[in-house]
């Protein structure tokens, strides 16, 4: 596609429920990024795929949080036993090779624990 | 660890020059980039620096000093569109990890 989408935009869920969350990376983009945006904050990152391959997961803040893109393609953010803290807005973003070319995000999901 | 700072807001007046600063401590450098994010919208890229010197783009330039672990973006001839927050991000891990700083929200008023 065009740019980077995900899916949902905004998800409301209730404590100590699970969620997935979407990203659909640009065609062709090897890499493939997670991060968490609290508000007011400079993005984190969580987790980085090269294809299917996951190569670094060290910012994933507990084992609740799972990421996985077993094509290579579309890649899935799955949180377990949602907890408030989680609440925050969750960006992918994607690029051809290394960052060096730099990335295309996607406009997010903004995740709700209430 | 990584370490980026950032002035949190800054305020400027249409039409003027604003400079937004960036200082980073990190393991590991393969470039300095710059995203512009508006509010409930995605990062948008830049400009990006990997060697010392100016980097310039239409009303945007950037600059670099990697000795200092310095850097800034240069806005000129501010617009009210330009109010947005502007994240300064450091390329490490071999360059496939970029590291944010917390951004810097302008406000560009009358």
């Given amino acids: 596609g065009a740019g980077v989408s995900q899916s949902p935009r905004y998800k409301v869920a209730k404590r100590g429920q699970d969620v997935a969350l979407r990203c659909d990376p640009i065609s062709g983009h090897v890499s493939l990024f997670w991060y968490q945006q609290a508000l007011g904050q400079g993005p984190e990152f969580l987790t980085y795929f090269q294809n299917e391959a996951q190569l670094d997961k060290s910012g994933l803040p507990s084992d609740r949080f799972f990421a996985e893109r077993p094509e290579g393609s579309v890649s899935t953010l799955k949180i377990q036993r949602t907890q408030q803290e989680d609440s925050a807005v969750y960006l992918c973003a994607s690029s051809e090779v290394s960052g060096n070319y730099g990335y295309t995000f996607g406009s997010g999901t903004r995740l709700t624990v209430v | ?110």
């Fill in chain 2, 1 to 110: 660890g990584q370490n980026i700072d950032q002035p949190t807001e800054m305020t400027a007046t249409e039409g003027a020059i604003v400079q937004i600063n960036c200082t980073y401590q990190t393991s590991g450098f393969n470039g300095l980039f710059w995203y512009q994010q508006h509010a409930g919208e995605a990062p948008t890229f830049l400009s990006y620096n990997v060697l010392d010197g100016l980097e310039e783009k239409g009303r945007f330039s950037s600059f670099l000093s990697r000795s200092k672990g310095y850097s800034y973006l240069l806005l000129k001839e501010l617009q009210m569109k330009d109010s947005a927050s502007y994240l300064c991000a450091v390329l490490t891990g071999g360059g496939n990890k970029l590291t944010f700083g917390t951004g810097t929200q302008l406000k560009v008023e009358l």
